[in-house]
């Protein structure tokens, strides 16, 4: 069974700051990899995804995320922070076996919050 | 011009009622899925449909029975209504069924009960 790990259910940082959110998974198969971030009373939209390319993977408002297979981490980074990233980031794995529907299994979140 | 469309956004309703929850998507999509998302927040997926074919049905009540009329639609019915079943229902849709293929979510149903 595949699971994804969340480090940290709470991070702050200060505005212009580094971010990095952690996360690790267990899967027997390469997986496929998923940053998802959940705004106040929204649906959840898709930051970046690893499919098996390059293992340095941009996303949309700056994030980026390295998949590292040895230490089984997808964590996600955005080297300056800004108000508007404050909001609740979910890491999510999904089985690379295909026909069985993208079933994702999420981590428990990570709420991130920026100071001034 | 809303993607993936549930309504309705707030649902209060008494234990022991019968509701249903509509979910359109204009994606051309072929797969949708529901999920739930308690109050910790995590998220958990209860059912996926692709093209009205029912592909995953997690661990989940029989009251829930989800209802796919056609591949733009995926509405969620919920029977006898109980207390645990407050959450936020989230409705998604994903080009296809392959693990790689990103998942499109709604805005969520807020669904408490009293």
């Known amino acids: 069974a595949q699971s994804v790990t969340q480090l940290g259910s709470h991070v702050s940082v200060s505005e212009g700051a580094l971010v990095l959110l952690r996360c690790n998974y267990s899967s027997s198969v390469p997986p496929y990899l998923f940053w998802y971030v959940q705004y106040p009373n929204q649906g959840l939209q898709l930051l970046l995804k690893?499919?098996?390319?390059?293992?340095l993977v941009k996303g949309i408002n700056g994030f980026e995320a390295e998949f590292k297979k040895s230490e089984t981490s997808f964590h996600l980074t955005k080297p300056s922070a800004h108000m508007s990233d404050a909001a609740e980031y979910f890491c999510?794995?999904?089985?690379?076996?295909?026909?069985?529907?993208?079933?994702?299994?999420f981590g428990t979140g990570t709420q991130l919050k920026v100071e001034l | 011009d809303t993607a993936v469309s549930q309504t309705p956004k707030y649902l209060v309703t008494q234990m022991g009622n019968d509701k249903s929850i509509k979910c359109e998507q204009n994606?051309?999509?072929?797969?949708m899925y529901w999920y739930k998302q308690d109050s910790k927040k995590f998220l958990k997926i209860m059912f996926s449909?692709?093209?009205?074919?029912?592909?995953i049905n997690e661990t989940v009540p029989n009251r829930f029975s989800p209802k796919s009329p056609d591949k733009a639609h995926l509405n969620l019915h919920i029977n006898s209504l109980e207390l645990g079943d407050s959450a936020v229902y989230f409705c998604a849709s994903s080009p296809g069924r392959r693990g790689n293929t990103e998942a499109f979510f709604g805005q969520g149903t807020r669904l408490t009960v009293v």
């Open positions: 690893y499919t098996s390319a390059a293992t």
């Open positions: 449909y692709n093209n009205k074919e029912l592909i």
């Open positions: 994606l051309g999509h072929d797969t």
């Open positions: 999510a794995v999904s089985d690379p076996k295909a026909g069985g529907g993208n079933k994702l299994t």
